[in-house]
């Protein structure tokens, strides 16, 4: 395997994500901002940000696969949530949990940053995902 995902003693505990990732492969993915639609651009769950950060993941795990890679070779998430407030840690780790297994995402997740935005670059997407990869 490519990339090795863990926490080292004397960094926060417990967290939702690893704190450090190191990748040893030779091919670097890199899956653009996903968000909540279907491959002709219908919105999934508006309105829903559980809804919509899992429709985002699995459209990232499509892009990663794409690529011959899933979430296993993922060095760094990376969210941005709009409006984004500590209250919402709930619904959003709800979606995360709805599909980690579906799409074979690892919990504790790769090492990943949640940034709250304004708005995104529709008025209806709630969060977008980017990911990167390292394979063989």
Known sequence: MAVRHFTPAGMLRPAPY???????GTTQVHVSGQVARQPDGTPVAPGDLSGQVAQALRNTAVGLAGAGASFADVVRLTFYVTQWSPEKIGDFMAGVEA???E?????PM???SLIGVD???EPDVLVE?????MVD
């Open 99 to 101: 599909v980690a297994e």
């Open 103 to 107: 799409i074979g995402l690892g919990i």
């Open 18 to 24: 690893h704190h450090v990732s190191v990748g040893t």
């Open 119 to 121: 708005c995104l670059f």
């Open 110 to 112: 790769p090492p990943a």
């Open 129 to 133: 995902v980017e990911a990167t990869a």
